[in-house]
């Protein structure tokens, strides 16, 4: 079953916690500490696979997460770093965040990876917090949190050039016959619901992979018929052969023309940018020829008039495909986004580590990714993990900002899941 779209989750594991331990053994009565740090929890990376065509597996494998880290051990023994986990998708996946339709990565070469949630860092052990003044620290820190996110992940087809029209106007025939593709084939409309690809081969032995699309209508790009379900695999084409009617089906040859292009151009991504071969189709039938003419009359463009049956046309249409499209460079998807894909971005930080919600007369929380990332990452069943999250939250002057806002002494001021009492 072919499947174009798919949602999933993935979550990066936990870096492990860092240890608190001191060393002793016979002839080291002053070992000191020993605790060692935790190991990084395991990434999520996609990967382009050529051998997959679809996006089926992605139906019932909706969720993947990865392994944490594992925690730090006494005399100073590391964690072991978690196993990073790789997923396979077709070539010519592209991958959104779900949240804000932001994107991850093309991933239209097979082999290519995008790493889309990094594995949380270990904690160190109290080894690290070793120092002049503090000689046997009983702190240690809680291994970096893992990444969870909701991913979109849609196929765009690699194809050269694209068949379009509307339904029944010959796009899967003509596939059938320039190449070896199999599409089904049937004297009603919409047969074609899926993209079926083809390799069309010159007689000169050159080569170019061309996809038929399921039957454009009126409104398509709004969702109507299945054409925002497939429009989508045009985007990748450099060029597309647009297919006009001319044979005993009652269509206006010219309504459609104009209905196609307003489509393409309405979807967006620059389709109306690229070059089209207008083809004329079922040239066998009667009046076929009479009705050619006086399409010809109202447009000013070239068209080129073709039978499948007959095998008129096909070779120069093949030919006009190969040429128009070597010479056509790609066109990137998403232009000034494109380079989110290919160059790393730096942000200035936040001014604001942390804000304050009242939640009622008396309960505040305390809200901040940076703030709640330095809770989770302490560890607080120590006194001294506890003191370092104190003096953390009064450097912050979060007694002042509570305060500012009208909290009274034995206010419950929240943080992630900690809770504390307010005094002033």
């Given at each position: 079953?072919?499947?174009?779209?798919?949602?999933?989750?993935?979550?990066?594991?936990?870096?492990?916690?860092?240890?608190?331990?001191?060393?002793?053994?016979?002839?080291?009565?002053?070992?000191?500490?020993?605790?060692?740090?935790?190991?990084?929890?395991?990434?999520?990376?996609?990967?382009?696979?050529?051998?997959?065509?679809?996006?089926?597996?992605?139906?019932?494998?909706?969720?993947?997460?990865?392994?944490?880290?594992?925690?730090?051990?006494?005399?100073?023994?590391?964690?072991r770093?978690s196993?990073?986990?790789?997923?396979?998708?077709?070539?010519?996946?592209?991958?959104?965040?779900?949240?804000?339709?932001?994107?991850?990565?093309?991933?239209?070469?097979?082999?290519?990876m995008?790493?889309?949630?990094?594995?949380?860092?270990?904690g160190?052990g109290?080894?690290?917090?070793?120092?002049a003044?503090?000689?046997?620290?009983?702190?240690?820190?809680?291994?970096?949190?893992?990444?969870?996110?909701?991913?979109?992940?849609?196929?765009?087809?690699?194809?050269d050039?694209?068949?379009?029209?509307?339904?029944?106007?010959?796009?899967?025939?003509l596939?059938?016959?320039?190449?070896?593709a199999?599409?089904?084939?049937?004297?009603?409309?919409?047969?074609?619901?899926?993209?079926?690809?083809?390799v069309?081969?010159?007689?000169?032995?050159?080569?170019?992979?061309?996809?038929?699309?399921?039957?454009?209508?009126?409104?398509?790009?709004?969702g109507?018929?299945?054409?925002?379900?497939?429009?989508?695999?045009?985007?990748?084409?450099?060029?597309?052969?647009?297919?006009?009617?001319?044979?005993?089906?009652?269509?206006d040859?010219?309504?459609?023309?104009?209905?196609i292009?307003?489509?393409?151009?309405?979807?967006g991504?620059?389709?109306?940018?690229?070059?089209?071969?207008?083809?004329a189709?079922?040239?066998?039938e009667?009046?076929?020829?009479?009705?050619?003419?006086?399409?010809?009359?109202?447009?000013?463009?070239?068209?080129?008039?073709?039978?499948?049956?007959?095998?008129?046309?096909?070779?120069?249409?093949?030919?006009?495909?190969?040429?128009?499209?070597?010479?056509?460079?790609?066109?990137?998807l998403?232009?000034?986004?494109?380079?989110?894909?290919?160059?790393?971005?730096?942000?200035?930080?936040?001014?604001?580590?942390?804000?304050?919600?009242?939640?009622?007369a008396?309960?505040?929380?305390?809200?901040?990714?940076?703030?709640?990332?330095f809770?989770?990452?302490?560890?607080?069943?120590?006194?001294?993990?506890?003191?370092l999250?104190?003096?953390?939250l009064?450097?912050?002057?979060?007694?002042?900002?509570?305060?500012?806002?009208?909290?009274?002494?034995?206010?419950?001021?929240?943080?992630?899941?900690?809770?504390?009492e307010?005094?002033?």
């Open positions: 079953m072919f499947i174009d779209r798919a949602v999933i989750e993935v979550r990066s594991g936990k870096g492990g916690d860092g240890a608190i331990a001191f060393l002793r053994e016979k002839y080291m009565p002053n070992g000191g500490p020993a605790g060692g740090n935790g190991g990084r929890g395991a990434s999520i990376f996609l990967r382009a696979n050529s051998h997959i065509n679809t996006l089926f597996n992605f139906r019932h494998s909706k969720t993947f997460i990865g392994r944490d880290g594992e925690k730090g051990g006494i005399k100073n023994q590391y964690g770093a196993e990073d986990i790789i997923v396979d998708v077709p070539v010519g996946t592209v991958v959104f965040e779900e949240s804000d339709h932001r994107v991850l990565g093309d991933l239209a070469e097979d082999g290519k995008i790493r889309v949630v990094k594995g949380g860092r270990g160190r109290n080894t690290c917090f070793k120092s003044t503090n000689r046997t620290p009983k702190i240690a820190e809680n291994g970096e949190p893992g990444e969870i996110k909701r991913l979109i992940l849609e196929l765009k087809l690699l194809a050039v694209g068949l379009v029209g509307y339904p029944s106007v010959g796009k899967s025939t596939l059938s016959v320039v190449s070896s199999r599409p089904s084939i049937a004297d009603y409309p919409f047969t074609t619901i899926v993209p079926n690809l083809g069309v081969t010159t007689k000169d032995g050159h080569s170019f992979v061309m996809a038929d699309l399921p039957g454009l209508i009126e409104g398509a790009h709004q109507k018929g299945l054409g925002l379900q497939f429009l989508r695999h045009i985007e990748r084409c450099r060029v597309i052969v647009h297919m006009i009617d001319m044979g005993s089906s009652g269509r040859p010219y309504h459609d023309y104009l209905v292009n307003n489509e393409l151009k309405s979807y991504f620059g389709l109306e940018k690229r070059p089209v071969i207008l083809v189709s079922k040239m066998d009667d009046d076929a020829i009479s009705r050619l003419h006086e399409f010809e009359k109202r447009i000013d463009v070239p068209i080129l008039p073709i039978s499948a049956l007959t095998n008129e046309g096909i070779d120069k249409l093949v030919y006009q495909c190969y040429e128009l499209m070597e010479k056509t460079p790609a066109f990137p998403y232009d000034e986004e494109e380079k989110q894909l290919d160059y790393k971005l730096y942000e200035l930080p936040d001014e604001k580590e942390f804000v304050i919600h009242r939640l009622d008396h309960t505040w929380r305390i809200d901040g990714d940076k703030i709640i990332r809770y989770r990452m302490t560890n607080i069943s120590t006194d001294e993990g506890m003191m999250l104190l003096m953390k009064r450097k912050l002057k979060v007694d002042d900002a509570l305060e500012a806002q009208g909290a009274t002494d034995g206010d419950t001021v929240l943080l992630d899941d900690f809770s504390f307010y005094l002033k």
